[in-house]
């Protein structure tokens, strides 16, 4: 029941209720602008896991027009958690800014996660309708990870009982346990050419160990060894060997800094004791009494027809056009939101293998070495056809593994990544 509130007053209410960590931000007039929603127990989840992030923005479906921005994560199961969600009054590069900068203060600053595309809308809903709907999704998403890390941890199937898996039988996912069982079958299927077309595309995408790998343990009849999977796989436990204090983002040092902080302002003038006091006390116990909602948006525009997903360009995608167009080429420069996040790049030879050779400098540590990513990408796909038929369409990994194999040097639009 709302007893009397309004729609933000609800909706917050509502998150302090369940003890969400919760972000807002009003403009001059306490108009809601911004608010990033996480689920307390997602945020361990999220430090257990952070390898994997993905992020997307539906269009303005909803009755504000404002874009509902999705922060997603994967377990070792092989299954999806909602890290947290976001209401962005527009696509500014501040905006991006803002959320990404929350989004770095939950993750902390000593990981760095990949990232990754989805596409959702939840429609024509209010915020604490939203609200209520998704806190109920991230509910049941928590009891199917939580289940699918139990089952994980116990020894399954009489296949992977014998080598090589019996070693790590109960100590990784049951979602590596098939992968690996794959790619055993897939070393059988080379049989005596398993070092010259192996690839090796499972060690370096996944963090598993390849066919060739596979082979030498069998030859040795040793089977794996669990030093040989990437932590992402055995961490069976949400936590497990992750320092997740009880508030986020609170480590050792932070706390110890914060102490000397206190017992400076306690020392300081009265005045300048009950300002920060004041201060301290609006952020941890905001009252948003006279947060309004959002503008109600009644042209609603929808999904564009066609299931044409083109979104309109960012004003940095404009200016590096016009720069284009002026035949102007600026070198080892950016712009976006992303920047500030940015610790190092790579500005490799644009001939058409561009993609390619950021995997290429990435993996091997050269650039020039482009083919041989080509080669391990075709690779991989040619290895796993009925997964990647899901990705590219039935009949098209053929046409997709022709399009990836190329050594001819620069090409057009059609063999880029």
Known sequence: ??????????????????????????????????????????????????????????????????????????????????????????????????????????????????????????????????????????????????????????????KYRQLPLSRINGKVSQHCLKILDDETTRMRELSYQVYEHCGCAMRVTHGLPCAFQIHDSLVAQSGLYIRQIHPFWKTLVIGDGVDIPVFVDDST????????????????????????????????????????????????RGRRRNNDTKRDPYNFEHVNRRNSQRGTQQTGTTSGPIVPYITAWKDVIGNGNCGFRCVADFFFGDQAQWFTARETIANEVAAYPMLYERIYGIGRVGLNIERIRWDGGAVDMRRWM
């Open 253 to 300: 040092e932070e706390a110890a800094h914060f102490r000397s902080l206190v017992d400076e302002v306690i020392g300081s003038d009265p005045a300048i004791l009950r300002n920060v006091s004041r201060i301290i006390e609006e952020e941890l116990h905001p009252h948003h009494t006279n947060l309004e909602e959002p503008h109600v948006n009644h042209n609603v």
């Open 1 to 158: 029941m709302s007893e009397g509130r309004r729609v933000v007053q609800q909706f917050l209410h509502l998150s302090r209720q369940s003890l969400y960590i919760y972000w807002v931000m009003a403009d001059e007039l306490d108009v809601l602008q911004h608010a990033f929603m996480v689920h307390p127990i997602t945020v361990n989840i999220l430090r257990t896991y952070p390898h994997v992030i993905g992020m997307d923005s539906t269009y303005k479906t909803n009755r504000y027009g404002v874009s509902f921005f999705e922060i997603v994560g994967v377990t070792p199961t092989n299954q999806n958690f909602l890290v947290g969600y976001v209401f962005m009054r527009n696509d500014c590069t501040a905006s991006y800014q803002w959320v990404l900068q929350r989004l770095r203060e939950l993750i902390g600053y000593d990981k760095e996660p990949s990232v990754f595309l989805s596409d959702r809308e939840l429609g024509l809903c209010s915020l604490d309708t939203v609200w209520a709907r998704v806190h109920c999704h991230i509910g049941n998403q928590i009891i199917e990870i939580c289940n699918g890390l139990e089952a994980s941890r116990s020894k399954i199937g009489e």
